[in-house]
Structure formats: C-alpha cells, structure tokens
C-alpha cells in the first residue's frame, strides 16, 4: 500500500541552528512530491514540490529538500531556523496521473529553542 | 495566482442542524477538487474528491450522505455536513488540483474550523 512516514512526531531546535524533517515514501514508482507547512488554525502553505529533473529542490523561506530514489526520502532541510519558523510540517506525496490525490505524512511539530 | 478561498473560516452549529463549507478558486479554474478532514495536533486525512459536473469520490470509511459535495462549476466545490453531531467538530480543509505544464499542483484554503455544540 502506499504511504508516507515522518518518524518524527516534534523537533526542537535552537534558533540558528540547522533543520533535517525527514520523510520516507512507499510507492510503486517515484510520485510528487511535496512540503507543506502550517502554522495553528491555519491551511497550508507550500514550502516547495519536485516533479523531476533536479534532485534538490528550492524552496521558500530558506527551505530546501532532496530527493534520494535509492532511499524513498525527501528530507526537508534549512541552514539556519529562525523563531517563525516554529509550525506543523507535512511532507506529502501523489501520483503522477491525472486522477492523482495526494496523502500526507502525520506531520513534524517544530519547536524553537531561543 | 492559484489562490483558494475557503468560508466560512469558523462555525459553531448545534446538534443535528446542516453546515456548508464553501470552497472557490478565485483566479484558475478547478476540475478537481479535495476535502480533508484534520482532527487536533493530527495530519490531514483525505474525505473524498471532488469532480466537476460528476459525483464525489468518497474515501472508504467517510458515510457520502453524512458529509455532502457539490461541484457544480469550474470554481466551486462545496461541503455540507448533514445532521452535525458533536464528533463531527473538527478542521476541514479543501485543495483544488491545478495544472502546471506536464505536472499538477495542489493549493489549499485557509481552513474551516466547524463545532457543533
């Protein structure tokens, strides 16, 4: 079946420090996929997405993610976090067809240390 | 562009009374659209897909006469929850589906926040 697994539930992090959320996907072929971030009560926010071509990916706010086929991953990274980027992150995947939907990860809670 | 706009943003109901949830995109048109359900400090779990002009496609477990769709324009899918009861209070969040180039895109609105009481 297919899936997607953020292993972890809440990360903490000191202000300044580097950020690795990671993601694993079980499909039978490579799928979109995508990062999404949501702070409390509110929708969702596109970090960014990979179709295909380059690997590494490019993102809002100082976000970037890889993708790695040999590992089913595409882990979500930045350098250096900043206090307002404390939220819920989602990584989600869909098919690549054109009756695809796509399903999300249980999601990373990001807490930021001062 | 591909803006989403999801009302109303919060609504409190009480037992029994029906809800709509209203969800349009504003500067593209959506021939497919998603309603999600998000229970507290949970992920989004997928209800059904919307399609223009044809049946929601509802996900196994979701009762298709409790939770309501309608898609009947290129801009606006709606949700109506029938007969609400206290456990159906929760975050429910639509998506429209947007192509770009060969691939597709997935926007989100903002979010309604329903309790019934």
């Known amino acids: 079946a297919q899936s997607v697994t953020q292993p972890d539930i809440h990360i903490t992090v000191s202000e300044g420090a580097s950020l690795e959320l990671r993601c694993n996907y079980s499909?039978?072929?490579?799928?979109?996929l995508f990062w999404y971030v949501q702070s409390p009560g509110q929708g969702l926010q596109l970090l960014l997405k990979?179709?295909?071509?380059?690997?590494l990916v490019q993102g809002i706010k100082g976000f970037e993610a890889e993708f790695k086929r040999s590992q089913s991953s595409f882990n979500l990274r930045k350098p250096s976090v900043h206090w307002s980027d404390a939220a819920e992150y989602f990584c989600a995947v869909g098919l690549r067809s054109s009756a695809s939907k796509i399903i999300f990860g249980s999601g990373t809670r990001l807490s930021i240390r001062p | 562009g591909a803006v989403v706009s999801q009302h109303p943003s919060r609504v409190i109901c009480k037992s029994g009374t029906s809800v709509k949830i209203e969800c349009r995109s504003l500067?593209?048109?959506?021939?497919?659209m998603f309603w999600y359900r998000q229970f507290p400090k949970q992920s989004l779990m997928l209800m059904a897909t919307s399609n223009e002009g044809s049946k929601a496609t509802y996900e196994q477990g979701v009762e298709k006469d409790k939770f309501l769709i309608n898609h009947a324009s290129l801009t606006l899918s709606t949700l109506t929850v029938t007969s609400a009861h206290p456990e159906d209070s929760s975050f429910y969040i639509c998506s429209a589906r947007l192509r770009q180039g060969d691939n597709y895109g997935y926007t989100f609105g903002s979010g309604t926040r329903l309790t019934v009481v």
């Open positions: 500067d593209f048109q959506a021939t497919t």
């Open positions: 499909y039978g072929a490579t799928p979109y």
């Open positions: 990979y179709f295909s071509g380059d690997t």
